[in-house]
Structures are given as C-alpha cells and as structure tokens.
C-alpha cells in the first residue's frame, strides 16, 4: 500500500497516478506480487550479465531501460562511454557500466562480451560517415559479434 508521500513522489515525478498493478520500479525492492516468487526472479536476473551493443541509441536505451528493470546486470558496449552517463540513472547503482568498443575491431568486441551471459547487438547507423560504412557496421559488425557471443554451456 502506497503511502501519502509515495502518492506525492509519483504525482510530481510521473506527472501521473499509477493505478491497480505493479508498483513503481524501486531499487532493491522486489517486483513481483509475492515475496518469494519475486526474490528468486530477482536473485537469478541479477546473476546474469547481458551486454548490449549500440545500447546508448534510439532503441538500446530502451532496451537497457526495460532489462534493467527486471534486475539485469548490463553491460553497454559503445564506442564513446564518456556519452554514455544518461543510461546509468535508468538502473540502480552498479547495474548498468558503459564500456569502450567498437564491432570493426575483433578484440575490443571480444572483450565486451567476456562474462556475458547474452548479447544483444543494436547497432546501425542511419547514414555514412567517416569509417562508419553501412556494410561495416551492419553486415561486418553484427557478424564479428555474433561470432564472439557467449558459448552456452549444457550439462
């Protein structure tokens, strides 16, 4: 049950009542209806790392947004992180870390996805500039990182 400041917060933050339904998003509450359901889901999401390419763009940063919410641990791999810092609010403290690479060069693609539990690839440009070709980043790119994806182990 939400309380009068809880009400307020969301008014003033949200511009909007939340209604029947899920609570808002919260750092380190859980997410589901039950105690125990919940924790578990949380506990086994927060386990898994996920690196995301192109994850700073139009449609990665919604896709960090909705991960993170279901307690991810994400990791984007862009290649400038200094203008990555508008992803790190979506999350708590720690979930998502911007790390340098690029899908032309083999190791830093290599060296994002180390650890990583699922890869997801976003990237794409819109037009040609510099040494961003369409047929590098689209076709080169996305082959170089699903070559280094994550080895699924069975057993």
Known sequence: MATRIDRIFARTVTGVMSGPGPPPFRCGAPT??????????????????????????FLGR?????????RYRI???????????HLQPLGCVGQIHAVQANVRHLASVAAAVRGSDVVINLVGVL??????RFDSVHSFGAEVVARRRPRIMRG
């Open 127 to 132: 037009f040609e500039s510099g040494r961003q």
């Open 62 to 70: 919604h896709v960090v947004q909705a991960l993170a919410k279901q």
């Open 32 to 57: 589901g209806r039950s105690g125990a359901t919940s924790t578990r889901f949380q506990q086994s999401n927060v386990d898994r790392l996920i690196t995301i390419f192109g994850g700073s763009g």
């Open 75 to 85: 990791r984007v791999a862009v290649r400038r992180p200094d203008l990555a810092g």
